[in-house]
């Protein structure tokens, strides 16, 4: 937004090639950690280290060639109302919410996670990019990195008020 481009940056990258104190390869990663790699180190764009879906995959020097992109700093809002003003005066935002079993396969509607669905161990990020409102009830609007054969070509609409998601509770705002 502050570019007025559409600069898709690469989880690929963070996943790949940000070692954990012991110098390993991460096998995952979380909100804070990603956004501290974005303030010191950058982020390349998706063209230049595409998000790979799968375990494992190897960082590529290559990516030393290609542009970075840094953020400035991050905020933390909290709840609905403050989530949906960062997202008003910031644009889209990083959520988190485990991973239930049945989100796996969600194409359409509204998402709530049913009493009793299992769940994976671990959590999964999400980009909010905004919000709205059917039939009285209202959800969240995010894009998933699972490609566009998942949920409704890449997004979802998750019901707002679902404690056991955590998507109401807090929300990081990277500022570019």
Same mark, same amino acid.
């Given at each position: 937004m502050a570019t007025g481009q559409n600069i898709r940056l690469s989880a690929q990258q963070y996943l790949s090639c940000q070692e954990d104190n012991e110098g390993r390869e991460c096998s995952g990663g979380d909100i804070a950690g990603f956004l501290d790699h974005a303030k010191r180190k950058g982020l390349v764009d998706e063209n230049c280290f595409p998000y790979q879906g799968e375990n494992n995959v190897p $960082?590529?020097?290559? &990516?030393?060639? $290609?542009q970075k992109y840094f953020i400035q700093d991050y $905020? !933390?809002?909290? #709840?609905?109302? #403050? *989530?949906?003003?960062? &997202?008003?005066k910031n644009g889209p935002a990083? @959520?988190?919410l485990p991973a239930y079993r049945d989100f796996l396969v969600y194409k359409s509607g509204i998402y709530a996670v049913p009493e009793g669905t299992s769940k994976f161990q671990g959590g999964h990020a !999400?980009? *909010?990019? @905004?919000?709205g409102v059917q039939d009285g009830e209202q959800y969240?609007? !995010?894009?998933?990195?699972? #490609?566009?054969?998942? #949920? &409704?070509? @890449?997004?979802?609409h998750i019901a707002i008020g679902?404690?056991?998601?955590?998507?109401d509770q807090y929300a990081f705002s990277p500022n570019p």
């Open positions: $960082c590529d020097p290559s &990516i030393e060639q $290609c $905020c !933390v809002s909290s #709840g609905p109302e #403050g *989530i949906k003003k960062d &997202i008003l990083i @959520g988190y !999400v980009k *909010i990019i @905004g919000w969240w609007i !995010v894009e998933n990195s699972w #490609g566009e054969d998942w #949920g &409704i070509k @890449g997004y979802a679902q404690e056991d998601l955590f998507l």
